[in-house]
């Protein structure tokens, strides 16, 4: 105890007393914290990791074109499905069909990268329904598009500059353009829609605009390798700008000429889109409420092309409105004319993903020579267990001497169960008029994909 005091006077007491707020305060001396490890990311059942299916670590650069090409990644989807269809004048067909897509995508290396994905969709049973498109099938039974077989669904070599904004593709590719109405993938059906092609995309360096254009020479369709395929001579030109959040505007031409394939589609299509979304929030003086108006209005004009044997010229106008609250959910509605010229002929969509569109019972998946006018509801919301729910309503008629053409329902319910599994169920009615049959589709579907 050599230098400390073994009586200390009631001063000095005092005096260190006094200092020990301060030293509380303070606490002791600090110390660098030891590294605290990530915890590993907690996955619920049958969830795989973000980075699954990668052969090495997805931030590693790759060497070479070699690295890049045998360090990529695997992809796969697994989607068997359950379609009931009753409609007059069929059979009712249960078509139990299974897709599997599967593919491989290198890794992109000084902006150059590629993709090869193979799908097949194999029915349980062919008997139990129809595809007329491939004469698979009964043809007593009621018709549904998912025949049996396999096929190169992608397949593209790919170039990226992010600093010129620029990507260019060279090959069997998805092109999914706006709302997909003129231009889609058709990705409910099994088989989905591909396009032989070469397309560029750009920016130009500013923020804001997306120019796009593809030259297709093939179309690969719904009904894989053995179905009605399209040889094409096609061109597609598409210009957007966002002004702002709430105002963009869209413009497109669409050249469509299948050669002897479909010489019936053959159009030229020109029109434009304006579309937005105005937050309500501060209009409405409320305090972040998550209230929002989205619109789309849509005019597009359309004529014959090449070798098309009817000559017309018809219009098509599109307005849809949906106020929705984060949340709670969403209601809306809108209107869709597919006009007629004379009755001769009408505005049609063959690259279209029509099953989004005019009832999913897929009645008009074809435009009527008399043209169609729809008028629609909706309302969706997220019910309990995650669960999200929507229903639409909608009432037909033609555009040429207004005839009726009956009403649909459809439903949807839908759960998320983890990033890689998701499940679906959905039902359509359709009560027709005159010449289009009464129906009702059932699905019932589960999707796994990493």
Same mark, same amino acid.
């Given at each position: 105890?050599?230098?400390?005091?073994?009586?200390?006077?009631?001063?000095?007491?005092?005096?260190?007393?006094?200092?020990?707020?301060?030293?509380?305060?303070?606490?002791?001396? @600090?110390?660098?914290?030891?590294?605290?490890?990530?915890?590993?990311?907690?996955?619920?059942?049958?969830? /795989?990791?973000?980075?699954?299916?990668?052969?090495?670590?997805?931030?590693?650069?790759?060497?070479?074109?070699?690295?890049?090409?045998?360090n990529g990644k695997f992809d796969l989807d697994f989607r068997p499905r359950f379609e009931f269809v009753?409609?007059?004048?069929?059979?009712?067909?249960? =078509?139990?069909?299974?897709?599997?897509?599967?593919?491989?995508?290198?890794?992109?290396?000084?902006?150059?990268?590629?993709?090869?994905?193979?799908?097949?969709? !194999?029915?349980?049973?062919?008997?139990?329904?129809?595809?007329?498109?491939?004469?698979?099938?009964?043809?007593?039974?009621?018709?549904?598009?998912?025949?049996?077989?396999?096929? %190169?669904?992608?397949? #593209?070599?790919?170039?990226?500059?992010?600093? /010129?904004?620029?990507?260019?593709?060279?090959?069997?590719?998805?092109?999914?353009?706006?709302?997909?109405?003129?231009?889609?993938?058709?990705?409910?059906?099994?088989?989905?829609?591909?396009?032989?092609?070469?397309?560029?995309?750009?920016?130009? &360096?500013?923020?804001?605009?997306?120019?796009?254009?593809?030259?297709?020479?093939?179309?690969?369709?719904?009904?894989?390798?053995?179905?009605?395929?399209?040889?094409?001579?096609?061109?597609?030109?598409?210009?957007?700008?966002?002004?702002?959040?709430?105002?963009?505007?869209? /413009?497109? @031409?669409? !050249? !469509?000429?299948?050669?002897?394939?479909?010489?019936?589609?053959?159009?030229?299509? #020109?029109?434009?889109?304006?579309?937005?979304?105005?937050?309500?929030?501060?209009? %409405?003086?409320?305090?972040?409420? &998550?209230?929002? /108006?989205?619109?789309?209005?849509?005019?597009?004009?359309?004529?014959?092309? =090449?070798?098309?044997?009817?000559?017309?010229?018809?219009?098509?106008?599109?307005?849809?409105?949906?106020?929705?609250?984060?949340?709670?959910? #969403?209601?809306? &509605?809108?209107?869709?004319? %597919?006009?007629?010229?004379? &009755?001769? =002929?009408?505005?049609?969509?063959?690259?279209?993903?029509?099953?989004?569109?005019?009832?999913?019972?897929?009645?008009?998946?074809? @435009?009527? @020579?008399?043209?169609?006018?729809?008028?629609?509801?909706?309302?969706?919301?997220?019910?309990?267990?995650?669960?999200?729910?929507?229903?639409?309503?909608?009432?037909?008629?033609?555009?040429?001497?207004?005839?009726?053409?009956?009403?649909?329902?459809?439903?949807?319910?839908?759960?998320?169960?983890?990033?890689?599994?998701?499940?679906?169920?959905?039902?359509?009615?359709?009560?027709?008029?005159?010449?289009?049959?009464?129906?009702?589709?059932?699905?019932?579907?589960?999707?796994?994909?990493?």
């Amino acid at each position: 105890m050599n230098g400390f005091p073994r009586k200390l006077g009631y001063a000095s007491i005092m005096t260190l007393l006094s200092l020990c707020p301060t030293v509380l305060a303070e606490g002791p001396p @600090t110390t660098q914290p030891a590294p605290v490890e990530a915890e590993p990311e907690a996955l619920r059942f049958a969830e /795989l990791p973000k980075n699954f299916g990668w052969l090495s670590s997805p931030d590693e650069e790759p060497r070479d074109l070699f690295d890049a090409a045998s360090n990529g990644k695997f992809d796969l989807d697994f989607r068997p499905r359950f379609e009931f269809v009753s409609q007059d004048g069929f059979s009712d067909s249960y =078509a139990m069909t299974a897709r599997l897509r599967f593919g491989y995508q290198s890794k992109p290396y000084k902006g150059f990268t590629w993709l090869a994905q193979m799908e097949g969709v !194999l029915p349980a049973d062919t008997s139990l329904y129809s595809v007329p498109a491939t004469g698979q099938g009964d043809p007593a039974r009621a018709p549904v598009a998912d025949p049996r077989g396999i096929e %190169l669904n992608q397949g #593209y070599a790919r170039y990226q500059n992010g600093e /010129l904004g620029l990507d260019l593709k060279a090959g069997r590719q998805r092109i999914v353009l706006d709302d997909q109405r003129f231009v889609g993938n058709v990705g409910w059906r099994q088989f989905e829609q591909t396009f032989d092609s070469a397309s560029v995309k750009t920016s130009l &360096g500013v923020e804001g605009l997306e120019l796009f254009y593809a030259y297709v020479w093939h179309v690969q369709r719904i009904f894989g390798d053995n179905g009605p395929n399209f040889d094409s001579n096609s061109h597609f030109i598409h210009g957007s700008y966002a002004f702002l959040p709430e105002i963009k505007l869209t /413009l497109f @031409t669409y !050249l !469509l000429d299948f050669k002897g394939d479909s010489p019936i589609n053959s159009t030229n299509s #020109y029109g434009g889109m304006l579309t937005g979304k105005l937050g309500l929030d501060e209009l %409405l003086n409320v305090e972040e409420g &998550g209230l929002a /108006l989205d619109y789309r209005v849509t005019y597009a004009l359309q004529t014959d092309a =090449a070798d098309n044997p009817v000559g017309y010229l018809a219009s098509f106008v599109a307005a849809d409105l949906k106020l929705g609250k984060k949340g709670l959910g #969403y209601a809306g &509605g809108g209107y869709q004319l %597919l006009g007629s010229d004379g &009755g001769a =002929a009408a505005f049609q969509f063959p690259l279209g993903t029509n099953h989004k569109f005019n009832g999913w019972a897929d009645v008009f998946l074809v @435009t009527p @020579t008399a043209g169609l006018q729809d008028l629609y509801v909706y309302a969706g919301a997220p019910l309990p267990w995650d669960v999200d729910g929507k229903v639409v309503f909608h009432k037909f008629w033609s555009d040429q001497g207004g005839a009726d053409f009956g009403w649909e329902i459809d439903a949807l319910l839908k759960k998320q169960i983890n990033r890689n599994w998701s499940m679906l169920t959905k039902v359509a009615y359709y009560q027709g008029n005159g010449a289009f049959a009464d129906r009702v589709k059932f699905w019932l579907q589960t999707t796994y994909k990493f």
